[in-house]
């Protein structure tokens, strides 16, 4: 699963929808200026129209994740969209060694713009440096690296926005109720996202003083995880009245628990937007009513900002010359009312 900054890192926020829409290089209202109008605004921006040819390389870890394997999807159908655009992209390894390998390969390519997604930000910290040295600027994909000299951009999702849009959402459903109680079933506890997610979800619970949070289990994004720990949890606690669970993967087990437990008395809270998730929210014929974005359409993002620095543009809708140094896409929470919106981001 994805790894991100700190919170303090977060640069600009661009809600999913937005993302996903393409917002980020559309062209600006106006390319010309009038006398009293700062000359920034005439720099071109990125759009839709074909440019400059631009050689993109795209390295990532294995896709044995449903939210890897759509990222990678995102990445290639937002290059297919672009005439202007050639897209050379890795097998994909957790292997560290062999990432860099990869990455290596792509540098001796000579390819415009790099897009990295490491499968360690520590450890490929210095082939990002290399291909910054080399003049190929790196769009960094989620997973951060050590120093931002290894990157011109990073790009990625907000985990601890995940964890404290989770508990308002929860929070606000259990307002009147006295004495509410809710369960936590985090990821790895290992991963720094995990621990952001469970900060935000903590500080969000103290605005709602009539919330207990009385039980936490640690998964590793997995069904069988999910499952396993899930019943726990319900064996633990005789009454409930929410659960957060950080990843929809892992919840496809959590729910199954609760259905062999018979129980139905809470609301339940996913993490990251897969479509089975959706399809639950809009049936609403179960525990799960929502589930906060980690939305994967960030790789079509880093495809956009990629081509415009290997264009020499700049953002829509942005006064200045170049694109941002961090983009942070926005956790939005999706449930029954907006699900539809959503539904062609889902991923399997």
Same mark, same amino acid.
């Given at each position: 699963?994805?790894? #991100?900054?700190?919170?303090?890192?977060?640069?600009?926020?661009?809600?999913?929808?937005?993302?996903?829409?393409?917002?980020?290089?559309?062209?600006?209202?106006?390319?010309?200026?009038?006398?009293?109008?700062?000359?920034? %605004?005439?720099?071109?921006?990125?759009?839709?129209?074909?440019?400059?040819?631009?050689?993109?390389?795209?390295?990532?870890?294995?896709?044995?994740? @449903?939210?890897?394997?759509?990222?990678?999807?995102?990445?290639?159908?937002?290059?297919?969209?672009?005439?202007?655009? #050639?897209?050379?992209?890795? *097998? @994909?390894?957790?292997?560290?060694?062999?990432?860099?390998?990869?990455? *290596?390969?792509?540098?001796?390519?000579?390819?415009?713009?790099?897009?990295?997604?490491?499968?360690?930000?520590?450890?490929?910290?210095?082939?990002?440096?290399?291909?910054?040295?080399? @003049?190929?600027?790196?769009? %960094?994909?989620?997973?951060?690296?050590?120093?931002?000299?290894?990157?011109?951009?990073?790009?990625?999702?907000?985990?601890?926005?995940?964890?404290?849009?989770?508990?308002?959402?929860?929070?606000?459903?259990?307002?009147?109720?006295?004495?509410?109680?809710?369960?936590?079933?985090?990821?790895?506890?290992?991963?720094?996202?995990?621990?952001?997610?469970?900060?935000?979800?903590?500080?969000?619970?103290? %605005?709602?003083?009539?919330?207990?949070?009385?039980?936490?289990?640690?998964?590793?994004?997995?069904?069988?995880?999910?499952?396993?720990?899930?019943?726990?949890?319900?064996?633990?606690?005789?009454?409930?009245?929410?659960?957060? %669970?950080?990843?929809?993967?892992?919840?496809?087990?959590? $729910?199954?628990?609760?259905?062999?437990? @018979?129980?139905?008395?809470? $609301?339940?809270?996913?993490?990251?937007?897969?479509?089975?998730?959706?399809?639950?929210?809009?049936?609403?014929?179960?525990?799960?009513?929502? #589930?906060?974005?980690?939305?994967?359409?960030?790789?079509?993002?880093?495809?956009?900002?990629?081509?415009?620095?290997?264009?020499?543009?700049?953002?829509?809708?942005?006064?200045?010359?170049?694109?941002?140094?961090?983009?942070?896409?926005?956790?939005?929470?999706?449930?029954?009312?907006?699900?539809?919106?959503?539904?062609?981001?889902?991923?399997?």
């Amino acid at each position: 699963m994805p790894e #991100t900054p700190f919170a303090s890192r977060r640069g600009l926020l661009f809600g999913a929808a937005a993302v996903s829409a393409g917002v980020l290089v559309t062209g600006c209202t106006s390319n010309e200026s009038s006398d009293d109008e700062p000359a920034a %605004n005439n720099q071109p921006a990125a759009d839709d129209k074909p440019g400059k040819q631009v050689t993109i390389g795209f390295a990532g870890p294995q896709a044995d994740h @449903g939210w890897l394997n759509a990222i990678n999807d995102n990445a290639k159908k937002r290059a297919e969209k672009y005439s202007d655009v #050639t897209l050379e992209i890795t *097998e @994909g390894s957790n292997d560290t060694a062999q990432q860099i390998g990869q990455i *290596e390969t792509l540098i001796n390519k000579k390819v415009d713009v790099l897009v990295i997604l490491p499968a360690d930000g520590k450890a490929l910290t210095q082939v990002g440096l290399k291909a910054m040295r080399a @003049g190929i600027p790196v769009v %960094n994909l989620d997973r951060i690296f050590n120093t931002p000299q290894a990157y011109r951009c990073w790009v990625g999702g907000d985990n601890y926005g995940m964890g404290l849009n989770a508990g308002h959402y929860i929070g606000e459903k259990l307002k009147g109720k006295q004495g509410a109680k809710v369960v936590e079933l985090a990821g790895l506890d290992n991963l720094e996202l995990t621990k952001q997610r469970t900060q935000g979800f903590d500080d969000a619970l103290k %605005n709602y003083p009539n919330i207990q949070k009385v039980a936490r289990q640690a998964a590793e994004f997995t069904v069988e995880s999910g499952q396993a720990k899930m019943a726990q949890l319900l064996q633990a606690q005789s009454r409930i009245d929410a659960v957060w %669970n950080h990843d929809d993967d892992q919840g496809v087990g959590a $729910l199954r628990a609760i259905e062999q437990a @018979g129980r139905d008395e809470f $609301l339940m809270v996913g993490g990251a937007g897969a479509l089975s998730a959706f399809e639950a929210i809009k049936a609403d014929s179960g525990v799960l009513k929502a #589930t906060v974005l980690y939305p994967p359409t960030m790789a079509a993002s880093a495809i956009d900002l990629a081509r415009a620095l290997g264009q020499g543009k700049g953002v829509g809708g942005l006064a200045e010359f170049e694109i941002p140094s961090s983009v942070t896409c926005y956790s939005a929470v999706v449930d029954k009312e907006n699900v539809d919106q959503y539904m062609p981001t889902g991923f399997k």
